[in-house]
C-alpha cells in the first residue's frame, strides 16, 4: 500500500483489505463467466440449455412398439423373421395377424419391414 498506508489506521487498512479481496472474488466469478461466454461464441463448448434440448432417440414408433407381439405370434420365440421370405410374404403374415389382434386396423408396408430389418429406421 506504500506511501498511502500512513493515510489509514489500522481498521481502515484492514476494511480495504477485506473489500480488495471481496472485489478479487467477484472479478474471478466475472471472468470465469465471460470466459464461458466466449468459449460457448467459438463453439469451443455448448451452450447450457443445449444439454436440455437434444432430442431423444426414437427406438421404436408406436407402430413398431405394437408389431412386437405380432411378429413374436408370427414367428415364435423372440420374432425374428427368417432370412428366405420375401418382403411381401413378411407383409402378408404380419399385416394380417395385426388386423386380427387389433380389430381391423391396418398397418403401414414400410412399418412392417422397419420392424423386421429389411429397412432403415427412421
Do not use: H
Request: glycine share 8%; charged share 30%; proline share 8%.
Amino acid at each position: 500500500m506504500g506511501e498511502a498506508d500512513s493515510d489509514y489506521t489500522p481498521e481502515q487498512q484492514a476494511i480495504i483489505i477485506k473489500r480488495m479481496i471481496e472485489n478479487a472474488v467477484e472479478f474471478d466469478k466475472a471472468r470465469k463467466s465471460i470466459d464461458r461466454a466466449n468459449a460457448i461464441r467459438d463453439g469451443l463448448i455448448p451452450p447450457l440449455w443445449m444439454d436440455k434440448a437434444k432430442p431423444k432417440p426414437v427406438t421404436n414408433d408406436w407402430q413398431q412398439r405394437y408389431l412386437t407381439p405380432v411378429f413374436s405370434e408370427c414367428w415364435p420365440p423372440k420374432g425374428q423373421v427368417p432370412t428366405d421370405l420375401t418382403n411381401n410374404d413378411i407383409v402378408k403374415k404380419a399385416g394380417d395377424a395385426y388386423q386380427k389382434r387389433y380389430g381391423g386396423r391396418g398397418v403401414g408396408r414400410n412399418t412392417i419391414l422397419r420392424k423386421a430389418g429389411r429397412l432403415r429406421p427412421k
